[in-house]
């Protein structure tokens, strides 16, 4: 069965700083891969997503992946966070592409001024 | 151009009850996904519809149930409510399954 771990529950970071956030799957082969944001009161919206070719997959808002298949990661960066960028962050894979994702627990993003 | 819309927002129940909640898909999309979200976890995947059938289904016992409308909107049902079922529901739709999923604001169901 497929897996998706993210370490870190909550994160913060200073605006203008840097971000990364971890994403570990458990698969044999090589899932699709999605990152997704939730803001408060709000439905999941996709930041982008991984099927093949291009390891550093770039997506919406300024946020960028890199998919590490020796490590089993697929990592989200952006260079400068903004106070807007606060928000819960999910990780989540999917064996066949067919729409049936598994989901990581989500890292709560706090940005501060 | 509406995206997802599900109602109602929020929702209050019993023990024992049965509910019923409601997605519009996005115009244009034929494949809606429901997902339960309890607090402080991930979405987990419930089932799929298209065509107006099942085509997946996850770890769900049959309480859960749905249905899909030929106008692609689509309902999920829960039978006999548990606390255990007080969550955000999310709906998911897209043109196909393979296709990016967009998903509605949720409704948010408590069970006293």
């Known amino acids: 069965a497929q897996s998706v771990t993210q370490p870190d529950i909550h994160i913060t970071v200073s605006e203008g700083a840097s971000l990364e956030l971890r994403c570990n799957y458990s698969?044999?082969?090589?899932?699709?891969l999605f990152w997704y944001v939730q803001s408060p009161g709000q439905g999941l919206q996709l930041l982008l997503k991984y099927f093949s070719g291009d390891t550093l997959v770039q997506g919406i808002k300024g946020f960028e992946a890199e998919f590490k298949r020796s490590q089993s990661s697929f990592n989200l960066r952006k260079p400068s966070v903004h106070w807007s960028d606060a928000a819960e962050y999910f990780c989540?894979?999917?064996?066949?592409?067919?729409?049936?994702?598994?989901f990581g627990d989500g890292t709560t993003l706090t940005v501060k001024p | 151009d509406a995206g997802v819309t599900q109602s109602p927002t929020h929702l209050i129940k019993t023990r024992g009850q049965q509910v019923t909640l409601r997605c519009s898909p996005k115009s244009g999309h034929d494949t809606v996904s429901w997902y339960q979200q309890a607090l402080g976890q991930g979405p987990q995947f419930i089932f799929q519809?298209?065509?107006?059938?099942?085509?997946q289904r996850g770890n769900f016992p049959d309480r859960f149930s749905g249905h899909q409308f030929p106008n692609y909107s689509s309902e999920l049902n829960v039978n006999a409510l548990l606390l255990g079922d007080s969550a955000l529901y999310l709906c998911a739709s897209s043109l196909g399954s393979r296709e990016t999923q967009y998903f509605g604001p949720g409704t948010r169901l408590l069970v006293l």
């Open positions: 989540a894979v999917d064996r066949t592409n067919a729409g049936k994702s598994t």
């Open positions: 698969y044999g082969a090589t899932p699709y």
């Open positions: 519809y298209y065509e107006e059938e099942e085509r």
